[in-house]
C-alpha cells in the first residue's frame, strides 16, 4: 500500500545520496540570469524604437503594434518567472535542495511552462498582421489566417501536453507520488519542431508576393532581405531544443537551467525579428544626420566656402516608393483620412498647388505597401542629386520614384 510520508523519505534519501556524486560548487544560476536580463532589455528596446519610429513617421497604430507590445508583456511575465525560479534554486543540483522545496519550485516550473507556450505565438501573430497589413492580396491574407490558426492550435495542444504530461497531474511537482510521467524527450521535440516549422513558414511567406511585384531584381532582394532579418529566431529556437536534450528528470533544476533561460530569449528574439522591419524611421533619421554631418565638416575643413555653378545639392535618402523625394505618387506611402489606399495631391513642394490623381490600382497598393514597409525598414540606396526647378518636376504614373 503506497504510504505518503515513507515516499517523501525515500525521495529524500535519493537526494541526500545523489548529493556525494556531484559537484555542489556548480551554479549555472549568475549565466543564465544576466542572459535573461540583457535579451529582455534589447526586446524593450526594439519595441520602444519601433513605436518612436510610428510617431516620428506619423503613422497610425494598427493591430501589428498592439499585439507586438502584448507580447512585450508576456515577455516581462515570462521573465518574472524564470527571475523567481533562479532564485529559488534553478541553475543549482537538485541534490541540494529540501524535499518541501523541490516540490515549490516545481510548481512555479510548471506554471512558468504553461505562460511559456501560451504566450510565445504572440510575436507570430504580431508579423502575420504586419504582412496582413503590408500586402493586401487573397494569397498573403489566406497563408498568413491558415499560419495563424496554426499557431493558436499549437498552443493549445501543447498547454494540453504540459497539464497531462504526468498523471495524476500532481505527479509534476510531487515526483515521489504514484503515477506516470510522459517521456520529455519525445514530446518536447515534437512540439518545438512543429513551433521551428511555424517560424519559417512565416519568414517565407512574403517572399512569392514580392517576387511577383515588378520591380527590379536588385529591390526583390532587398525587399525580402528586409523580411528575412528576423530569421535567427528560428536559430534561438533551434539552439533552445539542443539546449533542452541536457534534461535529466533526476536533476532537473540544474539540466534544465539553460533551455528555461532560452525560453525567454526565444520570446525577445521573436519580439525583436517582428519589430526589425518597421524601424526605417530611425535608420533614415541617423543616416541623413551623419551624412549631413559629413558633408557640413567637409565644408568646414576647406579653405574657403563652397563653390558651384549648377544648382544646389541636396542628399535624399531614396526608398523602394520614392520616399525620400519630395515628388509623390499614388504608390507613394502616405496614407489618407479621406480614403482606403490614400491620395496624394502634391508633386512638387508642399507650397506647390495640388494636382488630383486616381485612384491607384490593386497592384499599385500591393506596390505602395511594400513601399511602406522599405520607408519604415530601411534605404535602397543614398543618393546626392540636384534638385529639379518646380516647373519642370513631375510625377510619373509608372514609377513610385521620383
Request: aromatic fraction near 10%; hydrophobic fraction near 45%.
Amino acid at each position: 500500500m503506497y504510504n505518503d510520508t515513507a515516499a517523501r523519505e525515500g525521495f529524500a534519501s535519493a537526494l541526500a545520496a545523489m548529493a556525494h556524486t556531484q559537484d555542489q560548487s556548480e551554479d549555472l544560476s549568475g549565466p543564465t540570469r544576466l542572459l535573461i536580463i540583457v535579451i529582455t532589455a534589447l526586446a524593450t528596446i526594439f519595441v520602444v524604437l519601433r513605436f518612436l519610429g510610428r510617431w516620428k513617421h506619423g503613422m497610425r497604430l494598427g493591430a501589428d503594434d498592439w499585439t507586438c507590445l502584448f507580447a512585450l508583456v508576456l515577455l516581462y511575465a515570462n521573465f518574472g518567472v524564470h527571475i523567481v525560479l533562479i532564485d529559488m534554486g534553478v541553475g543549482r543540483h537538485t541534490s541540494s535542495m529540501t524535499v518541501d522545496h523541490v516540490e515549490s519550485l516545481s510548481k512555479v516550473l510548471f506554471a512558468g511552462e504553461l505562460l511559456y507556450v501560451t504566450s510565445i505565438n504572440t510575436y507570430k501573430i504580431s508579423l502575420l498582421f504586419f504582412y496582413w497589413r503590408t500586402f493586401p492580396v487573397r494569397a498573403m491574407k489566406i497563408g498568413g489566417l491558415v499560419l495563424g490558426i496554426f499557431s493558436v492550435l499549437w498552443s493549445f495542444v501543447a498547454v494540453f501536453v504540459i497539464v497531462f504530461q504526468c498523471l495524476p497531474v500532481s505527479k509534476a511537482w510531487q515526483p515521489w507520488t504514484e503515477g506516470v510521467c510522459g517521456n520529455l524527450l519525445v514530446t518536447e521535440p515534437a512540439m518545438a519542431s512543429l513551433n521551428i516549422f511555424c517560424d519559417v513558414a512565416i519568414l517565407c511567406l512574403p517572399i512569392r508576393p514580392v517576387m511577383s511585384l515588378r520591380i527590379n531584381g536588385a529591390q526583390k532582394a532587398f525587399v525580402i532581405g528586409t523580411f528575412l532579418l528576423g530569421s535567427y529566431v528560428v536559430f534561438t529556437s533551434c539552439y533552445r531544443l539542443a539546449m533542452f536534450f541536457k534534461f535529466d528528470p533526476n536533476d532537473a533544476t540544474y539540466t534544465l537551467a539553460e533551455a528555461q533561460a532560452w525560453d525567454v530569449v526565444e520570446m525577445a528574439s521573436g519580439i525583436i525579428s517582428a519589430c526589425l522591419p518597421t524601424l526605417g524611421p530611425i535608420l533614415k533619421t541617423m543616416t541623413n544626420t551623419v551624412l549631413t554631418s559629413t558633408r557640413f565638416s567637409k565644408r568646414m575643413s576647406a579653405l574657403g566656402p563652397a563653390r558651384s555653378s549648377g544648382p544646389k545639392q541636396d542628399l535624399h535618402l531614396v526608398t523602394i516608393g520614392g520616399s525620400g523625394s519630395s515628388c509623390r505618387s499614388p504608390r507613394s506611402p502616405h496614407w489618407s483620412t479621406h480614403d482606403k489606399y490614400g491620395t496624394i495631391d502634391d508633386c512638387a513642394d508642399d507650397a506647390d498647388e495640388g494636382i488630383v490623381v486616381e485612384y491607384p490600382s490593386s497592384d499599385i497598393v500591393v506596390r505602395r505597401e511594400v513601399a511602406m514597409v522599405m520607408r519604415n525598414g530601411a534605404s535602397v540606396a543614398i543618393s546626392a542629386r540636384p534638385q529639379e526647378p518646380k516647373a519642370s518636376l513631375t510625377c510619373p504614373r509608372e514609377t513610385s520614384m521620383c
